[in-house]
């Protein structure tokens, strides 16, 4: 504990301009940034994040250290691979200088208070944006990232009660104890009465429609619905009262049909869904899996509040709801109501969080004097 205080003595930082510090947080963002693409692409395909080194995902050429140079290399070879120039996602360049930002942001809205504090909450920050970018592509968030975000919190908070308001240590604890329980509790209580209310969507269909399942969609009379717009968890599960099932080989008859991604349930009889490329059942009623959350945001917001507190938990709770009523507007007007079920639920909590690390306070003064 004594060494922590001396390294982010106070004093010993005013030493040097407080600008080359800026410099320095937002170049170290960017290196963080640049692992940061190695966990979001690996991360949610189960990879190592230590090893193979950085390579090219496409012909496998190992990045030498001059060519894996936060935001430098990607402008200089144009988004291109060295070898086989293959293109690079523009993500790549975004996260690095997102991190940069943030880091640099950290550093200038709490680096003259505390060195320590601005360090905590960039690493906070990087959390979130891994989190985010691996959410919108995989509808996922890893244990690594919520359960490590828990961990690491609490840590932060026992050094640094100042996350927190506190002065002891102890009370740096139990703020960030508390904030992780209403995290998990309150969102997953919020989830369960979710699903119970609104985690299935029923839709009648006239007596005798005939609904197709192919290998990419499901196809009603008035529509087809692609899998991947209803099956983003494993738990997630298709199912109608069938007066008839016929496949290639054989037919049924007043069966129940349940389908999920992994199993496809008819009657008693279990089978892999990848052995079945055509189905067609008649019904007069299915039912279409729905949900806004999912575990991995209770887990996420048990690792914000871990940080940030119970009052951030429920700032961010309340927030991320008008960010997402908002969007789902702008997109109605926009004539894109479809992407909204394309969109995953953590990246407004995170951008919730975010506007309450720097204005949260001032928000509750004002509303709340």
Known sequence: MDALKAIFNPDLWARVPFEFWALVFFVFGCMVGSFLNVCIHRMPLGMSIVS???HCPHCKYSI??????????????????KNCGTPISVRYFLVELLTGVAFLACWLHFGRGSAALALVYAIFLAGLIAATFIDFEHFIIPDEITFGGMVVGFIASFFLPSLHGETSLTGGMKQSLLGLGVGAGLIYGILRLGKLLFGKQRLALPTGTKIIFSETAVHLPDKDIPYEELFYRPSDVIALQACTVELVDRCYKD???????????????????EEVPHLEAVSAEIVLPREAMGLGDVKFMAAIGAFLGWQAVVFSLMVSSMIGACVGVALIVLRRREWSSRLPYGPYIALAAVIWMFAGQSILQRFFP
């Open 64 to 81: 030498p250290w001059f060519l894996n140079v936060p935001l430098v290399t990607w402008l200089a070879l144009r988004g291109k691979c």
């Open 255 to 273: 069966v129940l049909v349940r389908l999920s991604p992994k199993s496809l349930q008819i009657g008693d009889e279990k089978m892999n869904p």
């Open 52 to 54: 193979p080194p950085s």
